[in-house]
């Protein structure tokens, strides 16, 4: 990913970027001094009532392998027909990234502001992440896959079965070359009333 300076301009920026994958991610991954400020920059979001309805998971180092072993264990249980092969993928799958980032939806039922738009709020800190990511120069993903719905495999990670997973965002650097997808054809989902 192209970093984001003077010489690359905002607009080309977000005209151009676009997600890696995480099946081919390694490092470098940012070091803590980048990590913070994109934590930082991932909770500018819009955020109706200033709740706050959302909160991070920090996975580096040992801790990614850690968690792996009780994803590994979560998905024996779910797919006890599966082989060594199906189970080992699943204590790697952090591992895939030097840092990834849990973002965790707290959204509650509030007297104002519906779950919705909390929600709502989450994956816009979610997308911020991979943007603030892509502008230090790192690559990123947004994934959900099982763990973040499989009960035994949130609890692992620390999320309450109150509190759902907006996104693991995987961040490092890709391995191979980006290819874009096909972009949607914006003009063909835009209406302008009354026109
Ligand atoms: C809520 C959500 C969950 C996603 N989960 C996955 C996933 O589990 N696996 C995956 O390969 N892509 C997943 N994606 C898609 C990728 O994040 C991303 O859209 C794709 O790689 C292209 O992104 P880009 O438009 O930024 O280039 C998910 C996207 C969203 C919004």
Known sequence: ??????????LTFLKTRKSASAKAMAG??????QLQD?????ARVPDHGKLNPWRFIVFQDAGRAAVGEKFKAAWAKLHPDHGAESLDF????FMRAPIVVVVVSTAALHFKIPV???????????FN??????????????????VA?????????GVSEAENVAGIIYIGTSTVAL?????PDVAGLTTYWGV
């Open 1 to 10: 990913m192209t970093k984001l300076n003077d010489t690359h301009s905002l």
């Open 28 to 33: 470098p991954g940012p070091d803590a001094t």
């Open 38 to 42: 994109i934590l930082e920059i991932a």
């Open 90 to 93: 699943q204590a790697t799958l």
């Open 116 to 126: 919705w738009e909390q929600q709502l709020s989450s994956a816009a800190v979610c």
């Open 129 to 146: 992440m991979v943007l603030a990511a892509q502008a230090h120069g790192f690559d990123a993903q947004w994934q959900s896959d099982w």
């Open 149 to 157: 719905y499989d009960e035994a495999a949130k609890a692992a990670m």
């Open 179 to 183: 290819e874009d997808r096909p972009r």
